[in-house]
């Protein structure tokens, strides 16, 4: 399979064809099934323009599930995958992505939430619903538990908070930094192919093409296709958005020095690099730093921040 196109078409039939064990890294957000109905006072309903969101939820859910699994076939032992939904109420039922995450073929690895800091609907039904969740599933390689993330990232915690995209002119973008920080955790800086299959305006390529990856994108429509290809185009327009989100990974002192000095491990703490000498974690840091932003000015800025 060709590497860094978009291929337009449906979702489930493409995969299909897509050959097994080539995908590093998938981050996607699905359709939410959110029947196309008057959700809340402040957002308009989300209408994609070549397909409908309006599904019978069981049918839904067994379309995700085989799509889940296509997606576990193609990608390689040791690969994740970030899938982004949300919790759902139909007619005061709670529906919850676990029960049909639980069904595929995927070891569930962790639940995180996404703090949108933002509710669609201010009625009291509910305590205004402000996150989403990132489901991080795993493809053993061996063992369920998989390998460890480097402490830069762990310390990132399980609660993400970004606001919604709003520069971008599609009906449910998430913000690039999302896909970004999926994608740099479990590869630390290595090169590897990434796959959204619901592409969107580009998000995930966009992210996977300012790391240095490969991409792999999958969308039904073709305007926003050529959005994508638009933004992937001009994407260092978003590089300074990307390096400041690679500038939160980092820690004064890895888990080994915490253990080794019996220091606490469990809170988060915001480490200073300012003024201090750099740790090899910072050092390694500031190297992929640098050789991410390929402009000598953004180098230099790098420089001014660091030292
Ligand atoms: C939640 S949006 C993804 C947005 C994307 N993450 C971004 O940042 O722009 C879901 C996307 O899936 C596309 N889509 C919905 N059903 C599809 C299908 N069966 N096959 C391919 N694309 C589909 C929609 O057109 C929409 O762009």
Redesign the pocket.
């Known amino acids: 399979m060709r590497v860094n196109q978009i291929l337009q078409g ?2 489930l039939d493409i995969l299909k064809t897509i050959d097994s064990n080539i995908i590093d890294v998938c981050v ?4 939410y099934n959110k029947k196309e109905k008057n959700k809340g006072w402040l957002v308009k309903n989300v209408l ?1 323009n ?2 409908s969101d309006a599904k019978n939820e069981e049918e839904y859910q067994n379309e995700q599930v085989e799509i889940l699994n296509e997606i576990f076939r193609i990608t390689k032992p040791g690969g994740s995958f970030f899938y982004n939904h949300k919790v759902r109420w139909e007619k005061g039922e709670m529906i919850h992505p676990i029960s049909w995450l639980s069904k595929s073929d995927w070891t569930m690895r962790q639940e995180i939430i996404w703090d949108r800091m933002i509710a669609a609907n201010i009625r009291g039904w509910r305590f205004w619903q402000v996150d989403e969740r990132i489901y991080w599933l795993h493809k053993p390689a061996g063992n369920k538990i998989g390998e460890e993330l480097a402490s830069r990232h762990a310390l990132l915690t399980s609660i993400w908070r970004f606001p919604p ?1 709003r520069c ?1 002119n ?1 009906p ?3 913000p690039m930094i999302l896909p970004a920080r999926a994608i740099f955790s479990v590869l630390d800086g290595k090169r590897g192919v990434v796959l ?1 299959p ?7 390529l966009v992210a996977a093409k300012l790391l240095g990856c490969d991409y792999l994108g ?4 073709e305007d ?1 296709n050529s959005m994508a290809e638009e933004r992937i185009k001009n994407c260092e327009n978003e590089r300074a958005t990307l390096l400041e989100e690679l500038g939160k990974h980092f820690v004064s002192k890895t888990f080994k020095e915490r253990k080794k000095n019996g220091e606490n491990t469990g809170k988060f703490k915001q480490d200073k690099i300012l003024g201090e000498k750099l740790s090899q974690t910072q050092t390694d840091l500031l190297a992929t730093l640098k050789f991410m932003s390929s402009g000598k000015n953004l180098s230099k800025q790098i420089d001014k921040i660091v030292l």
């Open positions: 449906n979702t996607t957000s699905p359709p994609y070549a397909i995209e971008v599609h449910a973008p998430f959204d619901y592409s969107g305006s580009g998000s995930t999958i969308e039904i429509s926003y």
